[in-house]
């Protein structure tokens, strides 16, 4: 797969190499499971890193109230021995009195329980690190939350996370048991790492419609069998690459789901591994008898791991396949037509009239329930519709500057001309807007003279500001014109592919200078009355090069910033956030502007919240995301003790200096007591120790200290 992120990575390595900047304190690399049915209370599970002590969590939107429940620290060893050490104790104790017709009580059958699953799910070699440690929270929808994609992250007492996406839906959720982690393989030996579980667990019997979630490990193959009836129109949508878009460690750099359907006898009756270019596999299946079908959804490869997340949806749900035209004018009404699967009567919801320029995001909502998004783009310039026949240059469509040409490349091999005039010396700028609508044009742009001379070409041109895009398809050319005189510009599909579905805004225009800005990261940790710094990007079209202002927009009360300049041909710039606070107690909006002087107008421009995302080993890429939080925190700060720990009495001290001495050495060294004296506190807060075994434990301490 083509990727041209490359010029981004290699300033963002000298940055983080060389720039005074803060790393987000905390880290998540999944959510699972990664959505939630309106008007339901569910728990889900955040794996990360950096994580001590979780705070609380948030979620975009509204209608959803978030509750941290637990949070797991990874074990090391010798936190898993204690453990085993007091299991056992607490097993012997529980036998004992079963043996002697006493019942054990509620607190101790608890904490074995704890302790089980605690050390059931350990793994002393993960295959990843970075997504070890666990928060558990509680999240309670709103029956009338908006369904759709939110984001989530976790809030520290050091910081606040990265956002992961996690879907509201509508239909009943179900849930497979989460996946402990999986275990880190070696080369030559791959299969001593795969995760064993019963035959039963390969397939769930399901209702549809409905949503099913799961974590798929290396080799598995999860299956849902259901009953449907002739003539119901399914729609099967998988959410992988859409939850997760990048896996660092991961070759092409996502989980490329699969998805498979068979019928009653086992005969496969569909089968999609993508929709379109993009990873997420779409099925439409109308159903052609009645009885039981069996889905499976795999990766492509057969890795697998807990970040490996899955949602798809067994519904007869609205689920739009393309739009044209692909964008309208600024403040004007647009006929839209829409396309797809069970969309026949269905109500558009269009931006709102007051939407400005940019890309926004339409669907539709059939019988109560909402379709999936699509791009839909506005601009300021006049708009016009493509004309056929126009496929020559002596048929070319006559166009006047500026202006946004909205067409189809309407069948295979079809190429649209169109005809401008223009001034030497004059600069031209003719632009395809398709691959970033979600069209599936692969286009291609070429501007020749009136005798078919060609005078510019361009196939791909790299948009930094679509991050989640890793094939940049969309033709761009900025050309001075030679002479006056009549110019033809063509445009086509590289692959001579065609049909309605290939749908394009071709702007054809002078240069129109402009920018725009990314911020990372988008979660900010500050120490106490202390400064740290964002890192902007500078994303410059049509030959933008000069200053562009940065500062913070109206900041909350307690934070300040100097503005600072990206200079002339500039990429990146710091700004650091200075607060006089000691403790935001949570998590604060921030909001990052530009301003620039461009002719005889200041523009400004709100920075979009971004995150720096490593694809398979090496390509970044600067990921958009919805909110810019900052987080104070006091470095002193120690959150209170959920369990008090008892005093150790001095007798057990010298009980355990005598056996110390009549075992002629300590359990351990000296210079390892601070270390399991933290330990000790940590599962003893925890309640995964007694308090006798406790004390013991810290007798052992304090005698060995001596």
């Known amino acids: 797969m083509k990727n041209t992120s490359l010029p981004f990575f290699f300033p963002l390595l000298i940055a983080i190499l060389t720039a005074n900047v803060a790393l ?141 996406v996690f879907h509201i839906g509508q239909f009943p959720e179900v849930a497979r048991k989460p996946l402990k982690s999986c275990p880190k393989p070696i080369l030559g030996n791959e299969q001593a790492a795969e995760v064993k579980r019963p035959p039963e667990e390969k397939e769930v019997k399901v209702t549809i419609p409905c949503v099913v979630n799961g974590q798929i490990a290396p080799g598995f193959v999860d299956a849902y069998r259901f009953e449907a009836k002739k003539g119901q129109r399914l729609v099967i949508k998988a959410a992988t690459r859409e939850l997760i878009p990048y896996i660092a460690d991961a070759v092409p750099g996502w989980f490329q789901s699969v998805l498979t359907l068979y019928d009653a006898n086992g005969r496969e009756v569909a089968f999609s591994d993508s929709f379109r270019f993009d990873p997420d596999p779409v099925i439409y299946y109308e159903v052609p008898a009645d009885g039981e079908y069996v889905l499976t959804i795999s990766d492509a490869l057969f890795r697998g791991r807990e970040d490996f997340v899955y949602r798809v949806s067994i519904a007869e749900a609205p689920f739009i396949t393309h739009i044209f035209p692909l964008g309208g004018q600024v403040g004007q009404a647009v006929s839209l037509q829409v396309k797809g699967w069970n969309t026949d009567g269905a109500q558009v919801q269009m931006p709102p009239p007051d939407a400005g320029p940019g890309i926004h995001y339409i669907r539709v909502v059939r019988n ?13 310039l006049p708009e016009v519709f493509e004309k056929e026949p126009n496929n020559q240059q002596d048929q070319a469509q006559p166009v006047s500057l500026p202006v946004i040409v909205n067409g189809r490349i309407d069948q295979p091999g079809d190429c649209d001309v169109f005809r401008v005039e223009g001034k030497a010396g004059q600069m031209l700028v003719a632009e395809v807007m398709a691959r970033r609508l979600n069209s599936p044009l692969d286009s291609l742009l070429r501007i020749t003279d009136a005798n078919g001379k060609l005078l510019a070409i361009n196939d791909d041109h790299e948009d930094p500001g679509m991050g989640q895009m890793t094939y940049h398809a969309d033709s761009y050319i900025m050309f001075q014109l030679p002479a006056d005189g009549i110019y033809f510009v063509h445009l086509d599909d590289t692959t001579r592919k065609g049909g309605d579905e290939y749908a394009y805004r071709l702007r054809v225009s002078e240069p129109r200078p402009d920018f725009a800005l990314r911020v990372i990261p988008s979660g900010l940790a500050i120490r106490a009355e202390s400064t740290a710094a964002l890192r902007v990007y500078a994303i410059r079209k049509d030959g933008f090069a000069g200053d562009i202002q940065v500062t913070l927009k109206d900041p909350p009360e307690g934070f300040t910033n100097s503005p600072v300049t990206l200079r002339a041909n500039q990429e990146m710039v710091s700004l650091g956030v200075k607060t006089t606070l000691k403790d935001s107690n949570g998590a604060v909006p921030l909001t990052v502007i530009g301003k620039a002087k461009i002719g005889d107008q200041e523009i400004v421009h709100e920075a979009v919240p971004a995150e720096d995302k490593m694809q398979a080993f090496l390509w970044r890429h600067l990921l958009p995301v919805g909110d810019l939080m900052a987080r104070v925190y006091d470095p002193s700060y120690q959150p209170p003790p959920k369990r008090t720990p008892p005093q150790v009495p001095p007798e057990m001290v010298e009980a355990a200096r005598k056996a110390i001495k009549e075992a002629g050495r300590a359990p351990f060294s000296k210079a390892q007591v601070a270390g399991r004296v933290r330990m000790l506190n940590m599962l003893y807060e925890n309640e995964f120790l007694t308090d006798e075994f406790y004390l013991a434990k810290m007798a052992e301490c304090a005698a060995a200290e001596e």
């Not at 109560?368 to 300021?380: E, I, K, Q, Y």
């Open 24 to 164: 987000p304190q905390g880290y998540i690399g999944y959510v699972y499971p990664a959505g939630a049915q309106q008007g339901t209370t569910v728990q889900v599970r955040l794996g990360g890193q950096r994580l001590e002590v979780p705070t609380g969590a948030i979620v975009s939107g509204k209608g959803v109230e978030a509750k941290l429940v637990e949070y797991r620290w990874y074990l090391n060893n010798q936190e898993v021995a204690l453990m085993r050490e007091q299991l056992q104790i607490l097993e012997k104790l529980a036998k004992g009195k079963e043996s002697a017709g006493e019942k054990v009580d509620e607190a101790t059958q608890r904490m074995m329980e704890r302790i089980r699953e605690r050390i059931a799910e350990w793994e002393n070699f993960p295959a990843n690190r970075s997504i070890v440690e666990i928060a558990i929270v509680e999240l309670k929808v709103a029956p009338d939350a908006d369904p759709g994609p939110r984001e989530i992250r976790l809030v520290t007492t050091q910081g606040v996370t990265n956002p992961l």
């Open 368 to 380: 109560g329930l909402v379709s999936n998004r699509v791009p839909f783009a506005l601009d300021t």
